[in-house]
């Protein structure tokens, strides 16, 4: 079946300058597609979230009691699938499994999402700012119950927004800059250009190290501790930007529609971060499981763009406490899960003819009814439709096999 496909670039970046008008959620600044020189760093040690020193016991058939990760079944994954199952579905598949992930054995995992203070936000990026419009929302929260949220726009053009489940800063019209010079796969498929920028290169003005620094302290500012988490950054040089910005100007934008900016100076450089946290060697997605909201890096809880002269947006969602218990899950093996998708395209006949690309395991939340999460095992398996390479991208439970959601 045909997902629903984002819309055009133009009105993305409207809601990226007009977040605050709105009440929106997630902006796009940073690519989805994963490359193999990808930077992965540890930001801190996690306090509760890490997993266990110690496998939980469990008994076999003598009534003894013995180590779970021995008593788990030779859980092993290939490195890429390989296969054409039939004249819909086709495996020319990565598998993308973190090194550090131990035995397919997961243990249970409960998360609290954190409270942000939003004053320290504020008194961060728009204590100096003269304010021209301020705004009041009612707006849900992660249980559904409604909250206020505010929003700030200031005289210059930028905008601050404090919502009950995030809070996003917008230097103004500098966010649309950056936006026709770098689109990730949720702002635009045809417009696409992550993988055009680097993720080792180092930019004259700050390191990575410098950059993830100065993540790290807005993060401690707020209150809020990712624990064990990935950062990465894109390093956007002015030479890359001026050639995309000049792309999606021939693609079909004129000057006067948009704030449009085709001449990128060294001055204009920054870095596009991303930062998740990770939760036994796995990276934990916090996105809605619906058309929306895709299981990529462009939806990381914390994203942004940073440069010399400061960040140019930053927005933080969805960080968590999680507790890891001593009972766990064995996930099902690689060959059964390869069944269950073959399963889903062999029933479902209005199913396009697709190809599975990329096969990622990950921890993925689920809302539970008292305002935290459940952490489950997921493969996110994301492919194209063979007839027009368009992206699709479906969910699958990593213990019972259980489709979730069907995303893109």
């Known amino acids: 079946m045909r997902k ?15 977040c605050f008008l709105a009440g929106c959620g997630k902006t796009e600044d940073a690519g989805s597609q994963d490359q193999e020189e990808k930077e992965e760093t540890t930001a801190g040690e996690s306090g509760e979230g890490g997993g266990l020193e110690i496998p939980a016991k469990e008994e076999d058939e003598t009534g003894e009691t013995t180590d779970a990760s021995a008593a788990s079944p030779k859980w092993r994954v290939p490195s890429d699938y390989k296969d054409k199952v039939s004249d819909i579905l086709s495996f020319d598949a990565e598998v993308i499994v973190s090194d550090t992930f131990q035995g397919g054995i997961f243990y249970k995992t409960k998360g609290r999402y954190q409270e942000y203070d939003g004053e320290a936000f504020q008194e961060l990026f728009f204590a100096d700012r003269k304010i021209r419009d301020r705004y009041t929302y009612e707006m849900p ?36 800059y950056y936006f026709y010079g770098f689109c990730d796969i949720t702002g635009n498929v045809t417009m696409y250009n992550a993988d055009r920028y680097s993720l080792t290169e180092e930019l004259d003005f700050m390191t990575r190290e410098e950059a993830k620094q100065r993540v790290s302290e807005v993060l401690e500012g707020m209150g809020l501790s990712a624990g064990e988490a990935v950062f990465q950054a894109y390093a956007l040089d002015a030479p890359t930007l001026c050639e995309e910005s000049e792309r999606v100007y021939e693609w079909g934008f004129a000057e006067g529609d948009v704030d449009f900016r085709t001449a990128w100076e060294k001055e204009h450089e920054a870095y596009a971060f991303q930062m998740w946290q990770m939760c036994q060697g796995l990276p934990v997605w ?3 499981m619906d058309p929306l909201s895709v299981a990529d890096e462009s939806n990381a809880p914390v994203t942004g763009i940073l440069r010399e002269d400061g960040f140019v947006r930053f927005y933080v969602s969805d960080i968590l406490d999680l507790k890891t218990e001593e009972e766990y899950d064995v996930l099902m093996p690689f060959e059964d899960i390869i069944g269950k998708i073959e399963e889903k395209y062999a029933v479902d006949a209005m199913m396009e003819k697709t190809v599975i690309r990329e096969m990622r395991l990950c921890a993925l939340t689920v809302r539970d009814s008292h305002g935290g999460c459940i952490l489950t095992p997921v493969w996110i398996c994301t492919g194209k439709l063979a007839e027009d390479d368009y992206p699709v991208q479906t969910a699958f439970d990593a213990v019972t096999g259980e489709e979730i959601a069907n995303n893109l």
């Open 141 to 176: 929260d992660r249980s559904g119950m409604e909250k206020e949220g505010y929003a700030w726009q200031s005289e210059d053009g930028g905008s601050l927004c404090l919502y009950p489940t995030e809070a996003i800063y917008s230097a103004g019209a500098e966010t649309d």
């Open 4 to 18: 629903m496909r984002i819309g055009k670039a133009v009105a993305v970046a409207g809601v990226i300058a007009m």
């Open 286 to 288: 916090t996105v809605n």
